[in-house]
């Protein structure tokens, strides 16, 4: 595969950028040579409808589904690439490591270590891929859960904390990699109402204190509103309308985004 696109300086570059993106199933094409941009630091919501190819993105940005087509870049680099002059060639698995570890990502489901207290699943990867010492870890891991306001839960199993504490683990489980991108996908979706909103404040609170560009995939619209920069309104694999967050909402263009609103707001 060759890229004619010359170089991607980091000044200029975007931190993510998904160039010409396909994704099939057998027949289903769930992403149709998608085309997307997100500036470093930027806050980018996805939403739109049950299929419509929102988790598959960000699922492609933490390289668990192949790429069919197309190319995606990480902070100027190819992610599952690798430059051999004009070419792109496909990466070997240090390249594919190394890439991940520049995305963070938060799971519906948690997906805590169940054997393992709020402390040590936040010290696991960095001692393990990252390689720092466990006395960093530890002040590191510390340090995080105090962040997201559990610094009194430190020694507790995921089993002895409540959905929203669990999630809250999990935000500082995936920061303790230092991030470029942070990936939420449906975070609160799991969670009763009443604890949907300690999440939402600490994601909230995460946007307002770090340099993180984050990517997020969600129902809330009121959150998305509030919270994100732009918002994507995927339908059929493709950015069926995109805009700034209040522009959006308050002026959707299309009679397939205001369909959808209506639905769902
Ligand atoms: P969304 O997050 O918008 O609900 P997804 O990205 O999860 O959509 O899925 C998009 C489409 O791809 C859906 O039709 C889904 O059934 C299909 N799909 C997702 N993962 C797989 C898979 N591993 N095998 C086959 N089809 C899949």
Redesign the pocket.
């Known amino acids: 595969m060759t890229t004619d696109t010359p170089d991607h300086a980091a000044v200029t570059a975007p931190m993510v950028r998904f160039e010409r993106v396909s994704k099939r199933?057998?027949e289903?094409t769930?992403l149709d040579g998608l085309d997307l941009d997100i500036a470093p630091h930027e806050k980018v919501a996805i939403i739109?409808?049950?299929?419509?190819?929102?988790?598959?993105?960000l699922?492609m940005l933490m390289t668990l589904?192949r790429i069919d087509e197309g190319v995606i870049w990480v902070d100027g680099e190819p992610l599952t690439h690798r430059r051999r002059g004009e070419q792109l060639v496909p990466a070997d698995a240090a390249h594919l490591r190394r890439m991940r570890g520049h995305i963070g990502m938060v799971f519906q489901h948690f997906n805590l270590f169940p054997h393992m207290s709020a402390l040590r699943n936040c010290m696991e990867a960095p001692v393990t891929v990252l390689g720092l010492r466990p006395d960093e870890a530890r002040e590191r891991a510390g340090e995080l859960l105090a962040m997201v306001g559990l610094s009194d839960k430190l020694d507790h199993y995921p089993s002895q904390l409540s959905g929203g504490q669990q999630q809250r683990v999990a935000i500082a489980r995936a920061l303790a990699m230092r991030p470029k991108v942070m990936l939420f996908?449906?975070v609160t979706s799991a969670l009763d109402p009443e604890l949907c909103g300690e999440v939402l404040s600490v994601i909230r609170s995460l946007g307002a204190q770090h340099q993180l560009t984050m990517l997020m995939?969600t129902h809330q619209m009121g959150f998305a509103r509030e919270f994100a920069d732009r918002v994507c309104f995927?339908d059929a694999?493709k950015i069926a309308e995109q805009g700034p967050a209040q522009a959006f909402f308050e002026n959707p263009q299309s009679e397939r985004t205001r369909q959808f609103l209506r639905a769902v707001m």
């Not at 739109?48 to 993105?57: D, N």
């Open positions: 199933y057998g289903l769930v739109g409808p049950s299929g419509s190819g929102k988790t598959t993105v699922r589904e996908d449906e995939v995927f694999g």
